[in-house]
C-alpha cells in the first residue's frame, strides 16, 4: 500500500536507472526493430533547457509518455522526467519497484485509500455502492434521500466518523509527502515533471483538476502544455509494446506566473494540497486549470476534442 511511510522511503535521482534501461532494452528495440515508430515533437523549442518545467499532458492511454520521454532522452538536451502516477498502479509489488527505479511520484487519492482500507480490513474488494456510501461520508455528503447508498453494518464497524476523520487527517499528510517530493524532483534533482491533469485516461479531452495548478502557483514554475497525438492507436492494450506508426506531440508555449497566469499568482505562503487552501484560492486554482486544459485543447487533433 502506498502510504506515509512508503513516500518517505522513495529517493528520487536526476538520472533513474529504471527509464534508462526501459529505454535502451525495451523502447528502442521496440521503436526501431520490432515496429516502426516515429515520434515527431513539433516546437520542441518550448521546452526550456536551461530550467526545470511541468509538463503537462492529455493523457490517452497507458503509456503515451513513454515516447515523449524516450525522445527526449535521445536527444541529450533536455533532463530526465518524473511524472505524477496513480497509487493503484503500485498495488503489484514489482510494477511498483519498478516505478522507483524510474523516480515516479506515486499519488494516492482519497478513492483509493478507501478502497486499501477497505481491503485490508474486510478481507474483500469494496463494491461500486459501499465506496459511493464511504465517499459521500467523508465529502460531507448526508443521507438526504432514499435512493443514496447507506453504509452496510460491516462497512460502519470500520468507517466509523473517527476513522473518517484519520482519513481525511492521513490523505493531507500523505499530500504534503507527495508535494515535498515533487519539490526536490524540480529543484535538488533537476527533474522534469510531467502531469496529466484529467487525473486518468481519456481518448477525448475531459476536464482538468486543480492539483497542476495548485503545485505551479506554490512553486511559480512554468507550465509546458503538450499535446499527444495517436498514441492511444500505437498502444492500444495493456501491453507495453507499441505497434508501428505516428506519434505526434505539439509544444505549446510555456504558462508563468510572469504572463498568462499572473493574474492569479499567489504571493503568500500557503499549504500546498490542504482544503483550506483549496477553498481560500479556490478561484485562482480553477481559472490555471482552465488555462491549462484549453492551451491543451488547442494542440489536439479535432478527433480529441
Not at 239 to 244: E, H, I, N, R, T
Not at 278 to 292: A, G, L, P, Y
Request: hydrophobic share 35%; net charge positive; aromatic share 12%.
Amino acid at each position: 500500500m502506498v502510504d506515509l511511510e512508503y513516500l518517505k522511503k522513495i529517493k528520487l535521482v536526476s538520472r533513474p536507472l529504471g527509464q534508462r534501461i526501459v529505454a535502451r532494452l525495451l523502447l528502442a528495440p521496440n521503436y526501431h526493430f520490432f515496429s516502426k515508430v516515429h515520434i515527431r515533437i513539433e516546437n520542441v523549442e518550448n521546452i526550456p533547457q536551461g530550467e526545470t518545467v511541468i509538463l503537462a499532458m492529455n493523457h490517452t492511454d497507458r503509456y503515451n509518455y513513454w515516447p515523449l520521454q524516450y525522445k527526449l532522452w535521445s536527444m541529450k538536451c533536455f533532463p530526465f522526467t518524473t511524472a505524477w502516477v496513480k497509487g493503484k498502479y503500485y498495488r503489484n509489488a514489482t510494477i511498483g519497484k519498478f516505478m522507483d527505479w524510474c523516480s515516479m511520484i506515486p499519488v494516492p487519492s482519497m478513492g483509493y485509500l478507501v478502497e486499501e482500507f477497505y481491503r485490508i480490513y474486510l478481507k474483500k474488494r469494496i463494491d461500486d455502492i459501499q465506496y459511493r456510501a464511504i465517499k459521500d461520508r467523508i465529502d460531507g455528503k448526508n443521507r438526504e434521500t432514499e435512493s443514496t447508498p447507506a453504509l452496510s453494518e460491516e462497512s460502519s464497524r470500520i468507517f466509523t466518523d473517527q476513522f473518517i476523520e484519520y482519513l481525511r487527517t492521513n490523505h493531507e499528510e500523505i499530500m504534503e509527502k507527495v508535494a515535498e517530493l515533487s519539490r526536490k524532483a524540480l529543484f535538488e534533482q533537476k527533474l522534469n515533471l510531467i502531469i496529466f491533469p484529467e487525473g486518468t485516461r481519456s481518448t477525448t479531452l475531459g476536464a482538468g483538476r486543480t492539483g497542476i495548478a495548485q503545485f505551479a502557483l506554490h512553486t511559480e514554475k512554468k507550465i509546458i502544455p503538450i499535446g499527444c497525438n495517436n498514441s492511444e492507436a500505437l498502444y492500444s492494450g495493456n501491453l507495453p509494446f507499441a505497434k508501428s506508426g505516428t506519434v505526434t506531440y505539439r509544444v505549446g508555449g510555456p504558462l508563468s506566473v510572469e504572463n498568462q497566469l499572473a493574474a492569479y499568482r499567489i504571493r503568500e505562503p500557503f499549504r500546498l494540497f490542504s482544503k483550506e487552501s483549496q477553498k481560500r484560492f479556490s478561484e485562482n486554482f480553477e481559472r490555471v486549470t482552465d488555462i491549462v486544459m484549453e492551451s491543451i485543447r488547442k494542440l489536439l487533433d479535432e478527433k480529441y476534442h
